[in-house]
C-alpha cells in the first residue's frame, strides 16, 4: 500500500520542536537491538514512519529507484527481484525492516568491501530535521552535485540527523551466476582472503568460519566458471552468506554479547582476553577480514581499547543495558565535526537523544 503520511510526520516534529521535546524514531523496529538504550528512553515520545510506504518510482532501465522510509524492505527486494535487479549493498532482511531503518543504521551484507556500502549508493534523501524543516538533498542520478554530499550523511546517523522520508538508490543487475567454494584454513589466518582481494576477481564474499574459508563469487557464467577454475577449492552448497548477513548463523545463537569490530583486512588476530570465567572469545571475520565478529562478556571498554589499538573501532550487536556504551566513542577533530553537523541539523538534540554517539548530545 502506498501512502504519504509527510505532512503529519512533519506536523508532529515541529510540535516537538516548539516545546523542545524527544521523539524516539522506529519503522519496523527490527532493529531496536542496535544502539545504547538511553536513560530517558520511556519518556521520549515513539513517532512511527511505518505508515509513510510505497515506491515512489522505479525505472528499471536508469537502475534507479526511489521509496518512502515506511517501505518493506521485503517489497522493495522483491520488486527489484521482478526486474531482474538488487539493491548492491545487500542489506540484512530481518522481520519487519522498512527502508528507512536499514539506511538509517548503514546495514550492508558480506557483499560490502566488493560492491560498496549502503552510502555508496544513495543518491538522495528527503528528511525532516530536529529544528522541523521539511529538507531534500541529492537526487536520482548517478553524477551529484560537487561539494558537502548532505544526503550520505543521514546513513548510518541512527535517526540523529534527520528522519528520513524518502530515499532514491541506485540499483544493479542481479548476476548472471552466483557460486561458493570452500577451502581448509587455519583458525584466524585472514591471509588467503587479503590476497585474494588484490585479484581482478568477481569475489562478491569472504569469509573465514573456523578453520574453513567460504569465497563467494558472481557475474557472467564464463567469468565465474574461469575464476573457480583458478582459484580451485570445493563447491558448496550450505553457503553462509545469508546467515551471515541476517544474523542468523548459528556463531549468533551463542548468548553472549556481540560486537563487530571493524579494521584493516590485513590486521592480525587480535589479542582478545578470556572472559572471566576462562572462555575464549569467539571470533568470525566477515568482508575479507574487515569485519570481525566477537562473541565475548568483556567490558565495552576493553573491547573499544581493543579495536583502537588495531586503528579500527567497535560496534555492539546485541541488545544492551540501559546506559550501555554501544560505539566505539568519537574524540578529536572528528568529535567536533561531527557535533558541529549534528548542531546544524538538530541543534535541541531531540532525535533519538541518546542512541548513538552520546557524547555528541551535549
Known sequence: MNHDASAALLDTVQQHVANGLPLRIVGGNSKSFLGRVSESAEEMTTLSVAEHRGVTNY??????MSARS?????????????????????????????LGGTLACGLSGPVRPYCGAVRDHTLGTRVISGKGEDLAFGGEVMKNVAGYDVSRVQIGAYGTLGVLLDVSLKVLPLPETTRTLAFEQSEHDCSAMVKLARHFLP??????????????????????QAAASELGGDAVDDAPWDALRDFTHTFFQDERPTWRISVADYTPKLAIPDDKDGSPASVLYDWGG?????????????????????????????????????????????????????????????????????????
Open 59 to 64: 525505472e528499471p532501465t536508469e537502475l534507479v
Open 70 to 98: 515506511g517501505t518493506p524492505l521485503s517489497l522493495v527486494i522483491d520488486t527489484l527481484k521482478q526486474s531482474g535487479q538488487q539493491l548492491p549493498f545487500d542489506p540484512p532482511q530481518l522481520p519487519g525492516a522498512t
Open 203 to 224: 569475489v562478491t564474499g569472504a569469509a573465514l568460519i573456523g578453520s574453513r574459508r567460504y569465497i563467494r563469487l558472481a557475474g557472467s557464467d564464463a567469468g565465474v
Open 290 to 362: 574487515a569485519q570481525r565478529w566477537v562473541k565475548t562478556t568483556l567490558p565495552a571498554q576493553e573491547i573499544f581499547a581493543l579495536a583502537a589499538s588495531a586503528n579500527g573501532h567497535a560496534t555492539r550487536f546485541s541488545s544492551a543495558s540501559v546506559g550501555d556504551a554501544t560505539h566505539q566513542p568519537i574524540e578529536g577533530v572528528a568529535a567536533r565535526l561531527q557535533t558541529q553537523l549534528r548542531t546544524s541539523f538538530d541543534p535541541q538534540r531531540l532525535l533519538n537523544r541518546g542512541r548513538f554517539h552520546p557524547e555528541l548530545d551535549t
